[in-house]
């Protein structure tokens, strides 16, 4: 189970990659594992400002349908567009060509209640 020490976590099994005020947002590799093949990801949200744990956006697998929830307020300034095409990339790298999208974050002190590597690994018992 890949879960890079770089980025933070949250418990609905989003990673979130912090460079100065933006944050990438994707889900994790144990997400896109239980979910299976993903065939379509959905995100209406581009230029929206949303509170932390507002739904930003669905993905699709074959036997599912689950919502994406926000781990941090902000603007949604950017989807990766490529996964309108290549919805696959969330199972085969989740962490680099399967970002789902990009957020201007507009409250700094939410990133101190994602968790960390360590305490991921514990949550999915790896």
Do not use: C
């Not at 990659?17 to 994790?28: L, Q, Y």
């Not at 590799?29 to 949200?45: N, P, R, S």
């Amino acid at each position: 189970m890949n879960v890079p020490n770089e980025l933070k976590y949250t418990k609905d099994h989003e990673w979130i990659k912090i460079e100065g005020d933006v944050a990438t947002i994707g889900i994790t590799d144990f997400a896109q594992g239980e979910l299976g093949d993903i065939v379509y990801v959905e995100v209406e949200t581009v230029d929206e400002t949303l509170e932390k744990d507002e739904v930003f956006g669905t993905v699709e697998a074959v036997k599912t349908v689950s919502d994406l929830y926000l781990p941090l307020s902000g603007e949604i300034i950017e989807f990766n567009e490529t996964l309108e095409d290549e919805p696959e990339n969330v199972n085969t790298d989740p962490y680099t060509e399967g970002w789902m999208i990009k957020v201007k974050i507009s409250n700094q002190d939410e990133i101190d209640d994602l968790l960390d590597a360590e305490a991921y690994k514990e949550l999915i018992g790896s």
